[in-house]
């Protein structure tokens, strides 16, 4: 392998490893915020009034933000830096920043006019006389305009992220979640409606985060001076890609906003149980799946648009290798420690000890999924590097329908047979659904000959098998009922989870080591 390869092979595991710092630093802070929100409010219909009015703009998010957008913008603006000048970059930067900062507005005035109709499209087991859906209708009058604040925070991001700038985006969550602590402890007891107090977070975070970026821009002379010109060349490209993108990018949100839908006609909490267990799934999924994802898209675009077809297979491969070694033993792990993980970070104040068994419950299904999460995100810039978006679009239409299908299908029979914890039946259907999305991506690579060299790999597998099975033993042998981690102090329940986690990694890193898998050697191989 060259010197320039390896390098470049250097380079990019260095910057997902940068990524992936400041996203536990953000997560860390995220776990914070959730442990605030379980302390004051629980699982209760403020919680549920909130994930839903924070979801409809965070779900279009994935749309005009992070998702579809990013997918559609990255390649082109790669495009450009590679084979463009600076005042070509500038003038393609300035036109999306204009034509997408007006059609935010537009969208989200159209959101707060219209919030409960909304409302009722998203949770339609809100109407009634609970009180949840006038509460989430004014939510989201505040959290709409969070859609337009974040989805250009995005662009900045995508934008440094291009010019290898990866630590101010991906530390810029952090905003979000420290802002959301201060108006949950601080103004939330002087309000008359304490559940207004994350709404109005919301948008104050969503302005803290867009301003946040610009001395970064600055850095690299690329502060937009927002213009119309929804004409440009560059501009129709990423309409093009983004086009089939809106769907395909963003199934794991639309296969959420299904489950909600049904959620929200099972009675109150249902949505909090759902949204406290998916909380503890961003963390690893954060971690490796989207970090590996951030980092990989813009490498993958240029080595596209430089025609560079070995390297791109490589880089695949890479991906698919170190998510692997990470994902397989974060979703055994939340599998079994599922009762003691929900105890130590929610257990208190308003979240009690039959909120942790229910919540627990769905957040062991959600790790059987985590694998599929995790792929999906870091598959998909793939197709998308390649322009190709179409197919995720058809895998994507399968996946949903999957999950409207076996969704309903599981809550019915759970009802039927009094099943107290129905939300586990959407839990198993975002869960099977996500890993169907994960295989039928991997399918199409392996049909196109993306992936030339896996086949290579079976003494690999052998070995990541045989460390986790060493690791899933440990833990089976340490486990303890949920009646004995309650039982503990708060403190005693942290230190011994910590220490439980922190030796089955240990031990399953040693093992890998013992086995000839160094993570510090992790480099593309070449078949």
């Not at 990255?74 to 970059?89: A, C, G, M, R, W």
């Not at 905003?175 to 107090?197: A, Q, R, Y």
């Amino acid at each position: 392998m060259s010197n320039s390869s390896l390098k470049s092979d250097a380079k990019l595991l260095n910057s997902t490893i940068i990524v992936s710092s400041m996203t536990l630093i953000s997560r860390i802070f995220g776990m914070l915020r959730d442990i605030v929100f379980a302390r004051f409010f629980g699982v209760s219909m403020i919680m549920d009034a909130f994930i839903v009015a924070n979801r409809i703009p965070n779900m279009l998010r994935r749309f005009f933000g992070e998702g579809a957008f990013n997918q559609g913008f990255v390649p082109v603006i790669s495009s450009y830096k590679e084979n463009q000048n600076q005042e070509d970059v500038k003038v393609l930067v300035d036109s999306v920043a204009g034509t997408l900062g007006l059609i935010l507005f537009i969208v989200s005035l159209i959101g707060v006019i219209f919030s409960p109709i909304f409302i009722s499209i998203v949770a339609p087991g809100f109407i009634g006389e609970d009180g949840r859906f006038d509460l989430s209708a004014l939510m989201l009058k505040y959290t709409f305009p969070y859609l337009m604040f974040i989805s250009l925070t995005a662009f900045s991001g995508s934008l440094l992220n291009t010019y290898g700038k990866f630590a101010a985006p991906a530390i810029t969550p952090v905003i979000l979640n420290i802002v959301l602590i201060f108006f949950v402890v601080v103004i939330s007891p002087k309000l008359s409606e304490p559940g207004m107090s994350l709404a109005y977070g919301v948008f104050f975070a969503g302005l803290i985060q867009l301003f946040f970026q610009l001395p970064f821009l600055s850095k690299i002379n690329l502060i937009p001076r927002p213009r119309w010109n929804y004409r440009h060349e560059g501009i129709k490209r990423i309409t093009n890609l983004m086009g089939p993108a809106l769907f395909g990018s963003s199934v794991s949100q639309v296969n959420i906003l299904v489950s909600g839908i049904i959620a929200s006609l099972i009675g109150t909490g249902k949505i909090s149980l759902l949204y406290y267990s998916d909380r503890i799934m961003e963390l690893p999924l954060s971690l490796f799946g989207i970090a590996i994802a951030t980092v990989t898209l813009p490498y993958l675009s240029r080595l596209y648009s430089n025609n560079l077809v070995d390297k791109f297979s490589d880089a695949i491969y890479w991906s698919i290798k170190v998510a692997l070694i990470f994902i397989i033993p974060a979703s055994i792990g939340v599998f079994i420690l599922a009762e003691p993980i929900i105890a130590v970070i929610y257990f208190g104040g308003a979240f009690d000890q039959i909120d942790v068994r229910l919540t627990s419950l769905s957040l062991s299904i959600f790790s059987i999924g985590l694998i599929g999460f995790s792929f999906v995100k870091i598959l998909s810039p793939a197709y998308f590097a390649r322009e190709d978006t179409k197919t995720p679009v058809k895998i994507g239409i399968i996946c949903v329908a999957i999950n409207l299908i076996l969704g309903s299908g599981f809550v019915f029979y759970l009802q039927k047979i009094n099943f107290e914890a129905t939300h586990v039946g959407l839990a198993s259907s975002i869960s099977i659904a996500a890993l169907m999305n994960a295989g039928l991506l991997f399918w199409g690579l392996k049909r196109n000959k993306i992936l030339n060299n896996f086949k290579t790999s079976r003494i690999f597998f052998i070995k990541l098998c045989i460390a986790n099975l060493v690791m899933f033993a440990f833990l089976v042998y340490t486990k303890k009922s949920l009646i004995w981690w309650l039982a503990m102090h708060a403190m005693e329940r942290t230190i011994c989870l910590t220490m439980i986690i922190l030796a089955s990694m240990l031990l399953y890193f040693a093992t890998l080591s013992i086995l000839g898998i160094k993570i510090k050697e992790l480099k593309f191989e070449r078949g």
